[in-house]
Each structure stands twice: as structure tokens, then as C-alpha cells.
């Protein structure tokens, strides 16, 4: 494969392969950065979630507010609404910071995020949950 930044891992068991010109590991994805479109930092991905049968991720989680860590809460952001910018090396979102924080958020204990969540989750940014 060409083109394919190589990362070795401290474990020597673990693939060597994070990324490719199309595909991220999971653990990359993992505190990238999130901006708006005013270049405002927003928070950073905490994790996605992926639905279990088909494999597609339904959401990311954004961690957002508080203060050095303190007190932040997470944001789900539908996995649509992101978009990658290279030159940033971060995700970008058209959504400004008074959105964000009327959105659905959580604290340390996650919600149940069953149909009536999604609903809440992906109507707050304008997108009908398709699960």
C-alpha cells in the first residue's frame, strides 16, 4: 500500500498500520480537535460510537466547556455533521457555540441513547436519525 503513515505502537503485537489515505484507527480519532467554521475551537472527539451490526459510526462524542477538564460535559454530534480539514488536523462543524451548548449533553453518567435520544440528538443539528 502506498501512502500509508506508519505508527508503531508500544505493544509489538499491535498493527503498525493507523492510518491511510482513506481509513484513521479509532485511537487517532480520539482527541482531534473540533472547530466551527469562525475557526473558534470547540472541544475535541472523547470517542465515537459504532453500531454493532452494521458497522457505521452513529455518533462522536464531543467533549466541550469547563476548564482544563474540569467540568466538561459531552456533546454527541451526529458523524455527518463532521468534516475533516487537513490543513486544520481537525474536524470542522457548522455549528456555533450558543447551538452546542442548547444541544443534548451529558455528564460523567451517559444517557440511555436509545431512539428518543437519537431523535433529540440528530434533530438538534437540523437531521432526521436514520437508525
Known sequence: MENEDR???KDEGRPAIDETDRL???????GTTVFNRQGEKL????NFMVDKVSGEVEYAVLTF??????GEDYYPL?????????QKKGYVVD????????APHFGREEPTFDRNYGERV???Y???YPY
Open 24 to 30: 484513521i484507527a479509532s485511537d487517532k480519532v480520539e
Open 43 to 46: 472541544g475535541s472527539i472523547h
Open 122 to 124: 440528530y434533530g438538534a
Open 7 to 9: 505508527s508503531f505502537g
Open 78 to 86: 451526529p458523524w455527518e455533521v463532521l468534516d475533516y480539514d487537513t
Open 95 to 102: 455549528i456555533d457555540k450558543s447551538t452546542l451548548e442548547k
Open 65 to 70: 466547556g469547563g476548564v482544563l477538564g474540569m
Open 126 to 128: 437540523g437531521l432526521t
